[in-house]
């Protein structure tokens, strides 16, 4: 099996960590992989160190959000010459697949593939009305398949043929349990350090969790709280509102870490007040991994993944003050937020272990290819009869 993989970014997020953790499984298989991915950023040394070939993909840098006309026009243009190198790669590595590892990449592979099948791995919900229509007639194509990490995430993409979409939530490693040992081996009373962890951007609700700290500086000075994160490829301006409003309170800004384990250690509660187009966050499964208690936003895909007063705690709203509450909540109750962890744990060894995702997503992967293969077969053997007539003709 030869399989291209393409890439929006080459900075470490959540989907290029995914990306990395689904090439330890590639190269298990004995299968051969080349990636793609813009500019120079960490996911090509990820990719030396497995002794996988990467190299450029000609998409320019986009913030998140808010595009002009010049940055759409830039894309279109982009597109165009990111697909005519998908297709140079294509040919090089002889692909039985493409495989899309986020939406910007997606039109240059429609183009580049011709008749290359492609999967397409939807680990965001498309937010603005025109990337779900791009992103929808993308996956439109015959041979197009979509690998979704939540039926929220799926809801815009409709294949052609309902097998060819599959619903595969992300796994993580084991962080071990607990997360955080305690002086004598004993669990703290009462958690006193706060933390949220991931990319620094609007969608991830860094501005909510800063309102909420605030409220519970006010009634519980000893409180602590921690931030491991960085803009990375999203908007730096946001960044800078989320520490300035973090001015006058007991927060401590990490930066970015790819040390998860050690940074769940440092919290006794992960707060994850994300946004409504929230897909299914891995930080929630590396936070029951590792039997730290979880606080959320019912937010898109997260309520698939939490059950409110078992695994982690469901807010009513989206809002800083159910935030600071069901916090609170948790404070207050040292039983309830060891049962969540205990239950978390039980929860990751059930349904978010690496293992079952890497091997749920190659096993999809295979099955694309062999339709393929069966349907191309197909075509020729009921044209050959015809071309036989063809030829026989006087």
């Not at 959540?14 to 190269?27: I, R």
């Amino acid at each position: 099996m030869k399989i291209l993989f393409a890439d929006q970014f080459s900075e470490m997020g959540g989907a290029q960590t995914c990306l990395t953790e689904l090439l330890d499984e590639v190269v298990r298989r004995g299968w051969r992989a080349e990636v793609m991915a813009p500019g120079n950023g960490p996911l090509h040394e990820e990719c030396a160190k497995r002794g996988i070939p990467s190299s450029p993909l000609p998409l320019a840098g986009y913030a998140n959000g808010h595009k002009s006309p010049t940055d759409i026009l830039r894309y279109g243009f982009d597109s165009v010459r990111a697909g005519l190198a998908i297709r140079k790669a294509v040919r090089r590595v002889n692909a039985d697949l493409i495989y899309i590892n986020g939406p910007r990449a997606l039109p240059a592979a429609v183009f580049g593939a011709q008749n290359t099948p492609i999967v397409f791995h939807a680990h965001n919900y498309p937010d603005r009305e025109y990337a779900r229509r791009i992103a929808g007639w993308c996956v439109a194509g015959k041979r197009m398949a979509v690998i979704a990490i939540s039926q929220f995430v799926a809801q815009p993409f409709a294949t052609p043929n309902e097998s060819r979409l599959r619903i595969i939530y992300n796994g993580v490693r084991d962080h071990g349990f607990p997360a955080r040992p305690q002086a004598g081996g004993e669990k703290r009373a009462e958690p006193l350090c706060i933390g949220i962890i991931g990319r620094i951007s609007h969608e991830k609700g860094h501005l909510d969790f800063m309102r909420a700290a605030a409220i519970m500086t006010a009634a519980r000075p000893n409180l602590r709280f921690v931030i491991f994160g960085a803009a990375l490829f999203s908007d730096v301006a946001y960044e800078h509102e989320v520490r300035t409003a973090a001015h006058g309170l007991p927060v401590e800004f990490r930066g970015w870490t790819s040390d998860v384990l050690s940074a769940l250690r440092e919290i006794d509660l992960l707060a994850v007040p994300s946004g409504p187009a929230e897909g299914a966050t891995r930080v929630i499964m590396e936070a029951f991994s590792a039997g730290t208690p979880v606080v959320a936003y019912p937010s898109g895909g997260i309520p698939e993944l939490i059950r409110h007063r078992e695994t982690g705690i469901l807010t009513r709203e989206r809002s800083p003050v159910d935030l600071a509450l069901s916090l609170a909540e948790l404070l207050n109750s040292p039983a309830l937020a060891r049962r969540i962890s205990v239950q978390g744990r039980a929860e990751w060894e059930s349904r978010f272990q690496l293992e079952r995702c890497q091997r749920e997503i190659c096993d999809f992967i295979r099955k694309i290819v062999q339709a393929d293969t069966s349907a191309a077969r197909s075509v020729q053997s009921a044209r050959a009869p015809a071309d036989d007539a063809e030829r026989a003709a006087p």
